[in-house]
């Protein structure tokens, strides 16, 4: 088992800044891919960033691409989603999720094993 706790989120000014992080703990040595989600009010959940275990990879959903970064640090067993110019858009609940069955980083929800409880993002006008 692996649980897995977001942080970070809150209420931040358009054109803001917040850094997420989602804490792992349990079986991490099993964690490969890592990544983070998001759900706005009233849609789906939607991809935001995937990183491989080594941290050489990392996609990004293209309405974040250029303003989130995500990285991880293996030995605090710790992913990252540093999250600049935030849009009004940008609100959403935010969620981790990690992958134990060697799939490579991609947007499919469904390759993700564990999820954490999520985190929210208000981004005001």
């Known amino acids: 088992q692996v649980q897995l706790v977001e942080s970070g989120g809150g209420l931040v000014q358009a054109g803001g800044s917040l850094r997420l992080s989602c804490a792992a703990s349990?079986?991490?040595?099993?964690?490969?891919?890592m990544g983070w989600f998001r759900q706005p009010p009233g849609k789906e959940r939607e991809f935001v960033a995937t990183i491989s275990w080594s941290g050489g990879r990392t996609y990004y959903a293209d309405s974040v691409k250029g303003r989130f970064t995500i990285s991880r640090d293996n030995a605090k067993n710790t992913m990252y989603l540093q999250m600049n110019s935030l849009k009004p858009e940008d609100t959403a609940v935010y969620y981790c999720?990690?992958?134990?069955?060697?799939?490579?980083?991609?947007?499919?929800?469904?390759?993700?094993?564990?999820w954490g409880q999520g985190t929210q993002v208000t981004v005001s006008t």
């Open positions: 999720a990690a992958d134990v069955r060697l799939n490579p980083p991609n947007n499919y929800a469904g390759a993700y094993d564990y």
């Open positions: 349990g079986r991490t040595g099993s964690v490969y891919a």
